[in-house]
C-alpha cells in the first residue's frame, strides 16, 4: 500500500481521530489521519479533563504528568458572575488541567497513524465504493469525520454549521502567568463562574505556570459583549489583575442535546465534536470525543468489509443511546438562580457534582450492545 492509499483516512487530530486511530491501528488497520495544521498545535479549550479520560484513553496520568502540564484539581470555587460564590473540595482528584497543544500532540504521536500535516481537506468524492481526498491525492475505502465543529466530512453530509444549529460559542486566552500574578492566583482552586440566565458560564483555570480564562454561552448575542463584562468583573472583584494585550481565541461546539447532523452515510461516520456530542451541563467535549472515536472504530471493525450506511447504522443508534440525553442548565427558572447559588448544598449537589463534573455515565457496557 502507498502513502496515498489506507483501510481508512481520518479528517483530524483532535482527541476524537486519534483515538479512533489508535483503536483501528490496534486492531491491524492501515490509518492516515489528515490535519489542516501542523502538531504541536493548539485548540480553543479550557483544557478540563475528567478523571474517566484517562481509563478510556489506557493512560496513566502520573505518567503524562512527567513531560507535560497536568494540573489535579481537589476544590473549585463557583459562582454567579456579579453574584455569590464559595469554595467547595473534595477529598479525591475530580477533575485535571491540560494544555491541548500537549495533550493532543501526545495522542495523534501515541496514535501510530500515518500523520500527514499542514494539509486541509478541501474536496470528498465517492467513487465506486472509494473515497477521494482533494482530487486523489489521498484514498480510502472508509472514512472518518473527525474534524471538529466545522469538519469537512460533516459538511459534506449536510451539516450547516453558523445556520440553525444552536452552538455554544466560546472564547478563552491561554498564557504563562507573569510572575508577579503567581502569589494571587491558586493553582490548586479553579474558579467557575455561571452567567444568572444560566445560558453560559465563564472560568479562570490555572494550570501549572499557564493561566487560561474564557467564558462560553449557547445563544445567538454577541459573545463579545459577556467576555467582556465577565474579565471586567473578575479584575473588579480582585480575582486577577488586568489582562495582557491579547485577542481572545474563539470557537463553537453543539451540545449533544441540541445537535441533529446526519453521522452516517455508506463508507463514512463522523465522531467527536463533527458529530456534536459535548455534555450539557459541563460543554464537555474531549471525553465524548475519545469515547465515539472509540465507537465508530469498534463498529468498523465489526463491519468485517461491509461499510454500507446499513451497516455504520448500529454506530449512530449507539450515539443516541449513549448521548442523546441529559437536560442542559437552562432548566432551572431563572428567578430561582440567585436564591439558589446562595445555598451552598445545591451548588455542590446540582452544578458541581451533578452538573460540572458528572458527564456521562460508564461507558464500556453501552458500546457493548453496540
Ligand atoms: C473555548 C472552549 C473551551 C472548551 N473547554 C473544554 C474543556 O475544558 N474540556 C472539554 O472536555 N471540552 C472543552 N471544549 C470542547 C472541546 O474542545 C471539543 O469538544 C473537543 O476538542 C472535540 O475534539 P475533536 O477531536 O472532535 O475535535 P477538535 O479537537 O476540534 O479537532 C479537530 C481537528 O480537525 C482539524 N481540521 C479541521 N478542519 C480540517 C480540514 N478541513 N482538513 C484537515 N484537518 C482539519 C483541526 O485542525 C483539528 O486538529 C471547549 C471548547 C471551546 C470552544
Given amino acids: 500500500m502507498s502513502s496515498r492509499h489506507f483501510d481508512a483516512i481520518i479528517v483530524g487530530a483532535g482527541p476524537a481521530g486519534s483515538s479512533c486511530a489508535l483503536a483501528l491501528r490496534d486492531a491491524g488497520w492501515r490509518v492516515g489521519i489528515i490535519d489542516r495544521k501542523c502538531f504541536p498545535r493548539d485548540k480553543v479549550c479550557a483544557g478540563w479533563v475528567t478523571p474517566e479520560v484517562w481509563d478510556l484513553l489506557g493512560i496513566n496520568p502520573a505518567g503524562y504528568a512527567r513531560n507535560h502540564v497536568l494540573q489535579e484539581i481537589r476544590r473549585f470555587r463557583v459562582g454567579l458572575i456579579g453574584g455569590h460564590a464559595a469554595e467547595f473540595g473534595f477529598d479525591r482528584v475530580v477533575s485535571y488541567g491540560i494544555r491541548r497543544c500537549e495533550f493532543d500532540a501526545f495522542l495523534a504521536e501515541r496514535s501510530k497513524a500515518v500523520l500527514v500535516e499542514g494539509k486541509q481537506v478541501r474536496s470528498l468524492e465517492r467513487v465506486r465504493g472509494i473515497w477521494h481526498i482533494n482530487g486523489g491525492r489521498w484514498q480510502a475505502p472508509v472514512l472518518v469525520g473527525a474534524g471538529g465543529h466545522f469538519c469537512p466530512v460533516a459538511r459534506h453530509l449536510g451539516a450547516r454549521p453558523g445556520r440553525c444549529e444552536p452552538a455554544v460559542h466560546a472564547q478563552e486566552l491561554e ?37 487560561n480564562v474564557g467564558l462560553g454561552r449557547q445563544d445567538q448575542a454577541p459573545l463579545g459583549v459577556h467576555v467582556d463584562a465577565f474579565i471586567n468583573w473578575l479584575v473588579s472583584e480582585g480575582r486577577m489583575p488586568e489582562l495582557p494585550e491579547a485577542r481572545m481565541r474563539g470557537h463553537a461546539y453543539l451540545l449533544a442535546s441540541a445537535s441533529h447532523r446526519k453521522v452516517v452515510d455508506d463508507g463514512v461516520l463522523l465522531v467527536g465534536d463533527a458529530a456534536g456530542l459535548a455534555y450539557g451541563s459541563s460543554g464537555e467535549g474531549i471525553r465524548p470525543a475519545v469515547e465515539s472515536g472509540l465507537m465508530a472504530a469498534r463498529t468498523l471493525v465489526h463491519c468485517k468489509g461491509d461499510f454500507s450506511q446499513e451497516r455504520l447504522r448500529e454506530y449512530a443508534d449507539a450515539l443516541v443511546r449513549r448521548f442523546a440525553r441529559g437536560k442542559t442548565a437552562r432548566d432551572w427558572p431563572a428567578w430561582l438562580v440567585r436564591p439558589l447559588f446562595r445555598w451552598t448544598g445545591f451548588v455542590r449537589r446540582f452544578v458541581i457534582e451533578q452538573g460540572f463534573l458528572r458527564s456521562y455515565g460508564p461507558f464500556l457496557q453501552d458500546v457493548d450492545r453496540a
Fill in 175 to 211: 498564557f504563562r502567568l507573569p510572575p508577579a500574578w503567581r502569589e494571587c492566583i491558586n493553582a490548586s482552586c479553579p474558579e467557575l463562574y455561571f452567567c444568572p440566565d444560566l445560558r453560559g458560564y465563564g472560568w479562570l483555570f490555572r494550570k501549572g505556570d499557564w493561566l
